[in-house]
């Protein structure tokens, strides 16, 4: 649907903004950005630029085949601009507001000249009653020291059994001698026995998660990062679809955490990079100056007055 909003905005005679909160949905031929399937390569040859160009342009090749479908559409709609529907498709003409931080991410010649980037978004739903999950976590947090959070759940989780996931984290917090959190699926209470040291817990907002956190080990998302870097925690990502693979590069880059990849995830391996990420003094400094900056950035407010002046 998302793509076919600047065509039927075009056809109703409307005006549209922009809003994108993944990097990687503004790709640029003048900075590095990694592709699924294309990022061990890239990894490789970062300061070839031809070689990350020639993968940029080959990703647009695929993705523009792969959506001839949309394009189909969008010429019966009226829609004559043979733009990507993925990338050039999607900007405006008018407003482009980036829903990112300036941490992560910055301006590039090729965007259009109209795009700002506002910062985050700060938005943690009250979804679901969350009464007893806070107590049990405020009860475990009151009970020790601050553990780490592993928040993979959602990537590495089996259908009916529980993955390797689990009971490596579990691995893990043994090995170190922290204490853990670890985000399971109410369906697999029954099945991990933890020793007193974790605890399991379904869905939680973020900034109720983390607040008490010392690290988070997560899959790369753009806004599992933005909490991270907003509560100043150094993080662990393991990267397995989309833009998750970009974003953990830029985290990387920035000095502001590491990533592993989904086959090295072992017990033994992770607690070597955790081991490493909580005894680096240089590295709360780099999360304290990320988190002051996008404490002063006020992505809603600005978005808001971006989008009223338009109007």
């Known amino acids: 649907m998302a793509h076919f909003a600047p065509t039927i905005a075009r056809k109703l005679g ?11 949905a503004m790709p640029s031929y003048h900075e590095v950005s990694l592709f699924p399937y294309f990022h061990p390569l890239q990894r490789k040859t970062l300061n070839q630029l031809w070689i990350q160009n020639l993968c940029l342009f080959f990703i647009r090749q695929v993705t523009r085949l792969l959506m001839r479908p949309v394009e189909k559409q969008q010429k019966l709609l009226g829609d004559d601009r043979h733009l990507h529907p993925q990338f050039e498709g999607m900007y405006s003409s008018e407003l482009n507001l980036f829903l990112t931080s300036s941490v992560l991410v910055t301006k590039q010649p090729n965007w259009p000249e109209k795009t700002i980037i506002a910062g985050f978004p700060w938005f943690d739903a009250n979804l679901y009653n969350q009464t007893e999950r806070t107590d049990k976590l405020n009860q475990f947090l009151n009970a020790g020291s601050a553990p780490v959070v592993f928040t993979l759940s959602s ?7 529980p993955s390797p996931f689990f009971y490596e984290s579990i691995k893990v917090c043994e ?41 988070v080990v997560h899959s790369g998302g753009v806004g ?3 909490w991270c870097l907003k509560h100043s ?3 662990l990502a393991i990267p397995m679809r989309t833009d998750q693979f970009d974003n953990a590069f830029r985290l990387e880059k920035r000095g502001l955490g590491k990533t592993i990849f989904t086959r090295k995830y072992n017990a033994s391996h992770i607690a070597l990079l955790l081991s490493d990420l ?3 003094k240089q590295q709360p400094l780099l999360l304290k100056k990320a988190s002051k900056i996008i404490d002063q950035e006020d992505g809603i407010r600005l978005a808001c ?3 009223e002046k338009l109007l």
């Open 233 to 235: 925690l150094p993080s």
């Open 224 to 226: 599992t990062i933005a």
């Open 175 to 215: 090995l170190l001698g922290i204490r853990g959190i670890i985000v399971v699926p109410p369906k697999f209470y029954t099945h991990i026995k933890v020793p007193k040291n974790i605890l399991i817990s379904h869905y939680l907002p973020y900034d109720i998660l983390f607040s008490q956190a010392q690290a």
């Open 278 to 280: 909580l005894e680096n």
């Open 155 to 161: 990537g590495l989780r089996g259908k009916t059994t």
């Open 14 to 24: 409307k005006t549209w903004v922009y809003c994108p909160v993944s990097p990687l």
């Open 305 to 307: 007055e971006q989008i």
